[in-house]
């Protein structure tokens, strides 16, 4: 998680906590997650979590049998929203042609760009190797969490603005993890997985991320009135 740096500040991802809620979700089921379908669904990020210089974070899980779920640190909510399994995911992945005219951006232009907004990533954090047009290229690595918050810097990246901007909010998240992994291991020697982002919704052919529909623009507080200096410590949006 070390590489999630927002204005220098290493602050726990938005993925972050969502994968770990589906860890103990599939522990509960005695499943693998790995051969899952699943489904968030109003997830709302509360407040946000810094990282000790130590790398340690200690978090309170809690899901219902309704699939309700709270992720929790100190009594103060972090994240809540609603797991569920699905039969079926149903991603309309359109694998749209690329428009020949469209310019190239490499991961040194995209992370040029992204750290001048005050988006300092670094690591598996800096995935996205190429976009075009709609469409992004990021590299799959092996983690979940720095996969699906690529996808999440994505949406962020296509919106026309210098300013950094985080979710507070997505309304639906769908992961066809066994597909996922099929897909993995027919990329061969190439790592990267293709990436639309259609109006308000990011697909690949295994995940959507549907209507990311609340922001907050950081330039618009001092930074510490939205993550505090201390480890540990939090702060509302």
Not at 25 to 35: C, E, F, I
Not at 77 to 89: D, K, M, N, P, W
Not at 121 to 126: A, E, G, M, N, R
Not at 174 to 185: N, S
Request: hydrophobic letters at 40%.
């Amino acid at each position: 998680m070390s590489g999630h740096v927002l204005h220098g500040r290493t602050v726990f991802p938005a993925t972050g906590y969502l994968f770990l809620i589906w860890e103990f979700y599939a522990a509960n089921k005695g499943r693998s997650l790995q051969n899952m379908k699943i489904c968030f669904e109003d997830i709302r990020y509360h407040t946000a979590s810094t990282i000790a210089k130590d790398g340690t974070i200690s978090l309170y899980l809690i899901i219902q049998n309704s699939g309700y779920f709270e992720v929790s640190q100190r009594n103060t909510i972090l994240v809540t929203g609603r797991i569920f399994e699905v039969e079926t995911c149903d991603i309309a992945y359109e694998d749209a042609m690329i428009d020949p005219n469209s310019p190239v951006l490499t991961d040194k232009d995209i992370y040029t760009d992204m750290n001048l907004r005050g988006y300092n990533y670094k690591d598996q954090f800096k995935a996205m190797q190429k976009v075009i047009g709609n469409k992004a290229f990021i590299e799959w690595t092996g983690n979940w969490v720095t996969f699906l918050d690529n996808i999440l810097q994505f949406i962020m990246f296509q919106k026309d603005t210098r300013h950094l901007y985080i979710p507070i909010g997505l309304a639906k998240l769908i992961i066809d993890a066994k597909g996922h992994m099929e897909q993995v291991r027919d990329l061969g020697k190439g790592n990267t997985i293709p990436v639309e982002i259609n109006y308000n919704i990011a697909r690949s052919k295994n995940i959507e991320i549907t209507s990311l529909y609340d922001m907050i623009e950081l330039t618009k507080k001092p930074f510490n009135d939205i993550y505090l200096k201390a480890d540990h410590e939090h702060q509302r949006y």
